[in-house]
């Protein structure tokens, strides 16, 4: 083998690339931070000098928006009376013109007229603190006109006038001081020979001291002079705010050097001795050195950006031609200090500095790594194949992508074993753990596609009632899938998947009896790895797994179905069974269902943490819709029992017949008496006395059937009185009878008593009793041992009767004690029902939710007297529906419906006397999940105003309250 020769000294390849790297960083560097610098200072002069420009087009603007107002109300002042009236009140009758302009013009201060004899007339607006002080003006006056006019003598006389603002005098004050002659002023000189509009030059404002400007022009009869007086105030704001820096300075100078304006126009005016300003003060008076040296500087006047020294600091100036006021020659003077302009771009320069180093010493070790990622590479593939080989198959979130193309290939292939063998064990989990078809297909398709590297997919499941095929999960990619298919195109589908271009695969999902569970398609890229056999064969196998989990979770979804479909069908038919409770097993499921699930949204309060899983809900809504099953063993006659007397009909019919008899003997006795020679009237006079105490005493006894109202004991009293009465009885009453009938008859007399027989009119007569049967005795009592349910309930004597005193004498409803129990037992029937059926582990507890319903939260309650704390919420939610739902039902026979109040009302009773749970009730009721029920099932007469507060109030606990 050749000798290759070696180099007498060889570099590390991590310090070589790290000095690369580091030098080349430096150099770009330095060239981009040079660039940068003479460019972007380029620029900012650039911009400085554009910013000039248009702070001088701002200012002329705003000067023009000065003038023009004024100018436009002297082109019609001067047509104005005022001008051509020679009296002071003629004058002065004009004022509300003048003051009109004063208002609609702001920037006009003042307004005034000189007259050829001298005479002078001014209106000013008082709206500056300043000028209201200076003219010592009263709190009410808005305006003063200042006169001047001469008398016989040709003396002048001052006069101040002030006005409210609806122009009416406020004050008249005569000033012997004031002497002003208009005609000495340029204003008036100027105007006089000429019909246009003159400006004159900047000056102070004789009153008030201002700096300001006239405008001027000829009244149309030649005899006076209009103007007008602009300050220039604003003028000086608005430089006062363009300066480019905040060390700029700008000022507008006259042509002379005469500053005409500053950001601080008290600033200009001269005062000499100390007198009222008459001159404006020269840019080399203002005393800002950068402002008078950019004047005296003689290349700044053609507007140009010209660089200077003032004050020990750099500045940029130009000196901008100013035609903002007509007929003024004057330049606008701007200067920024230099390092102003340019200090943000020195600190981008020393910041780029520091940012390059930085950089610098960064790339030095990321240069040591690039040179030791090379050894590091080979040994992280040889790491991944060791886990591989011990079965873990995670692939590493911390693996750096590799510049060498075979290790960065190797890499991959590692990573796509590691990752198609994670995804088939996810879709071994999820198969094993997700009960729900759809969650299950979703989840198992994403991780199909991630074990088979494909782009998308979709699963389809067969409807054999629709004959077609539904997708029921996607994932990415779908090229053109539809959301349906036909049984005719499942067959066609691997031909249809070459349709486009072998990027898709269509596999069947047959189940275990060989029958179409549906359809898995496929999108792949167009590459090698799918396009081998292999791959196929390995999705294809993949399936298997798919069809068996979709057959499984079909079956146990039908089950399902079935079960509730079942559980519906019970409910209907107890519903079905009684036409005044119909809709009862309905109502109450749907109302549970809704305040459990508006319980669940709950963030804060007692309820926060309330929350119903997947089985909890479905154990919640199955014992919802069972918790009255046991009704199919309650007799109809009790249930649908809606007077007293009613057995399998109702008695009161019998008990009729028999005041019907009675009647008769009045009749028969009554006639009796008279064939046997009695006085007819006194005969006639029993038998209505007889018979109209017969009327009433059945209208009282037909009144106490109804059980409408409490029976008092008095009622009681009565109807014992009123059954004392007797009737004959000519008739075999054993005749007729079944054998349960006829045994207890038998049973309850030695003999037939010989006909006729005397009978009670209202009796409650031994063979009434019915025993309970030894053999179907139910076993609630605690101490029976026959109760392996642990029933704590009072058994009655026994299992009916059916006295016709015992059942009139009822003192509420309509039900006696044998009847109410045969009524409760349905909860017990209820219990034993559920309990024995095969309950899977996550409906276990709906025997409980459903049998619990008519406990109560003191322990009172029944079938097995649990107290508050050994009941659920669930159990408390249906315990408060029922109710609810018991109160507000119109198809109640033994009660009018009440009014949501009412109801309400009688629930918080409830509440305070330890039946319903208070803390759920409050809620209950601040939900108003009421009131939605109300708006679907309860008629518009029952829906009433509801006073929450007070019914919250109404159901503290006694013990709190």
Same mark, same amino acid.
Request: contains cysteine; charged residues 25%.
């Given at each position: 083998?050749?000798?290759?020769p ?7 390849? %991590? ?21 940068? /610098?003479?460019?972007? %200072? ?18 002329a ?49 003042a ?32 305006y ?14 001052? @006069? ?5 603002? %609806?122009?009416? =005098? ?27 509009t ?19 022009? @000829? ?61 404006l ?16 500087t ?21 000196a ?20 102003? @302009? ?20 960064? *790339?030095?070790?990321?240069? /040591? ?28 979130k ?13 890499n ?8 198609? &063998? ?7 989990r ?58 005719d ?22 189940? %275990? ?47 399902? =179905?079935?079960l ?9 038919a *107890?519903?079905?069974?009684?036409p ?44 919802a /819709? ?44 009554? =006639? ?47 109807? $014992? ?5 007797? /009737? ?33 009119l209202l ?68 219990? *034993? ?26 322990g ?43 109801s309400?009302? *009688? ?30 099932? &309860? ?16 159901? $503290?606990?006694?013990?709190s309250?």
């Amino acid at each position: 083998m050749p000798q290759v020769p070696r180099v007498k000294y060889a570099w590390p390849v %991590r310090f070589v690339i790290a000095g690369l790297v580091v030098a080349a960083m430096a150099l770009v560097a330095a060239v981009l931070i040079t660039l940068s /610098w003479y460019s972007s %200072r380029t620029i900012l002069l650039d911009m400085a000098a554009l910013m000039a420009r248009d702070t001088g087009q701002i200012v002329a603007e705003r000067a023009r928006r000065l003038t023009e107002p004024g100018a436009l109300a002297l082109r019609v002042l001067a047509f104005d009376p005022v001008v051509d009236a020679r009296q002071l009140d003629d004058r002065l009758a004009r004022r509300s013109v003048l003051a009109t302009e004063l208002a609609e013009n702001p920037l006009v201060s003042a307004i005034h007229v000189g007259y050829e004899n001298g005479d002078f007339l001014l209106m000013r607006a008082l709206d500056r603190r300043d000028i209201r002080a200076q003219f010592q003006a009263p709190p009410q006056a808005n305006y003063l006109v200042q006169v001047v006019t001469h008398g016989d003598d040709g003396q002048p006389h001052g @006069l101040y006038l002030f006005y409210d603002a %609806r122009h009416e =005098l406020v004050l008249r004050r005569p000033e012997p001081d004031y002497r002003f002659d208009p005609r000495e002023r340029p204003w008036y000189v100027g105007a006089k020979d000429t019909v246009s509009t003159v400006t004159s030059g900047p000056y102070v404002f004789f009153s008030t001291g201002q700096v300001g400007i006239t405008l001027s022009r @000829l009244a149309h009869s030649g005899g006076a002079i209009v103007a007008v007086d602009v300050a220039l105030d604003d003028l000086g704001e608005a430089l006062g705010g363009l300066g480019m820096t905040p060390g700029a300075e700008l000022a507008l100078v006259g042509q002379d050097g005469t500053v005409i304006g500053y950001r601080d126009m008290a600033m200009l005016p001269v005062r000499k001795n100390g007198v009222d300003p008459s001159s404006l003060r020269a840019i080399d008076a203002l005393g800002i050195e950068a402002l008078t040296h950019l004047w005296r500087t003689a290349a700044a006047g053609d507007g140009r950006v010209v660089a200077y020294e003032s004050g020990g600091r750099e500045w940029f100036g130009a000196a901008l031609p100013f035609d903002g006021i007509e007929g003024m020659d004057m330049r606008l003077l701007t200067a920024a200090p230099v390092d102003e @302009l340019l200090g943000d771009l020195a600190l981008n320069r020393t910041r780029m500095i520091l940012i390059s180093i930085a950089l610098i010493a960064l *790339i030095l070790p990321f240069g /040591w790594q690039v040179g030791s990622a090379v050894g590091y590479a080979l040994e992280g593939i040889s790491a991944q194949s060791m886990r591989l080989a011990r079965f873990n198959f995670r692939r590493r979130k911390d693996r750096a992508a590799s510049a060498l193309r075979e290790v960065e290939a190797l890499n991959e292939v590692m990573d796509k074993v590691a990752g198609s &063998m994670e995804s088939m064990l996810d879709i071994s989990r999820v198969l094993g753990s997700e009960p729900r078809i759809e969650t299950m297909l979703a989840q198992v398709l994403e991780k199909f596609v991630q074990a088979t590297r494909c782009t998308g997919g979709a699963v389809y499941l067969f409807d054999r009632e629709q004959q077609q095929l539904a997708r029921a999960a996607a994932v990415g990619e779908q090229g053109g899938l539809r959301d349906a298919m036909s049984a005719d195109e499942v067959a066609a589908a691997p031909a249809a998947a070459q349709d486009t271009g072998g990027r898709r695969l269509a596999f069947a999902l047959p189940g %275990r009896d060989a029958q179409p569970q549906g359809l898995l398609v496929l999108t792949h890229d167009k590459d090698w790895d799918h396009a081998a056999p292999a791959f196929q064969a390995f999705a294809e196998r993949l399936t298997g797994m798919l069809a068996v989990a979709i057959e499984t979770r079909r079956l146990i979804e039908a089950q399902r =179905l079935l079960l509730e479909s079942v559980t519906h069908i019970l409910a209907d038919a *107890i519903d079905a069974k009684s036409p005044y409770t119909g809709g009862h097993c309905e109502r109450v499921p749907k109302l549970a269902i809704l305040l459990a699930d508006r319980m669940q949204t709950e963030t804060a309060g007692p309820y926060a943490d309330f929350h119903l899983d997947e089985g909890e809900r479905e154990a919640f809504r199955l014992a919802a /819709w069972l918790h009255d099953c046991g009704k199919v063993t309650s007799p109809e006659h009790i249930m649908d029992k809606a007077t007293k007397l009613e057995l399998l009909y109702n008695r009161i019919h019998e008990i009729r017949m028999r005041f019907e008899v009675l009647w008769r003997d009045a009749e028969i006795d009554c =006639l009796l008496a008279r064939l046997r020679g009695e006085d007819p009237r006194a005969a006639e006079t029993r038998r209505d006395a007889r018979q109209a105490r017969l009327h009433e005493d059945f209208r009282f006894v037909a009144a106490c059937n109804i059980g409408g109202e409490s029976l008092s004991d008095e009622a009681v009293e009565r109807l $014992q009185a009123i059954g004392t009465q007797t /009737w004959m009885r000519h008739f075999d009453d054993a005749l007729g009878l079944d054998e349960q009938e006829s045994a207890r008859l038998a049973g309850s007399r030695s003999g037939p008593p010989a006909l006729p027989a005397v009978e009670r009119l209202l009796a409650d007569q031994p063979h009434h009793l019915v025993p309970w049967d030894e053999a179907r005795r139910p076993a609630v009592e605690r101490d029976d041992p026959r109760n392996i349910w642990g029933f704590d309930m009072r058994l009655p004597e026994y299992r009916r009767n059916m006295g016709e005193l015992h059942n009139l004498a009822i003192q509420r409803g309509t039900l006696t004690d044998e009847d109410r129990f045969a009524i409760n037992d349905h909860i017990v029937q209820t219990y *034993i029902m559920l309990k024995r059926l095969p309950w899977p582990p996550h409906l276990e507890r709906v025997p409980e939710i459903a049998a619990n319903h008519h406990e109560r939260m003191d322990g009172g309650g029944y079938p097995r007297r649990l107290r508050g704390e050994q009941l659920g919420t669930t159990e408390r939610i249906i315990a408060l529906v029922d109710v609810f739902e018991a109160l507000t039902a119109v198809d109640r026979p033994y009660k009018a419906p009440k009014t949501l109040s009412e109801s309400l009302l *009688i629930m918080a009773s409830m509440c305070r006397g330890g039946h319903l749970d208070p803390e759920l009730f409050q809620y209950f009721m601040h939900s108003r999940v009421w009131q939605t029920y109300a708006q679907a099932y &309860m008629v518009p007469a029952q829906i009433d105003t509801v006073d929450i507060e007070a019914l919250a109030r109404a159901a $503290q606990p006694e013990a709190s309250a």
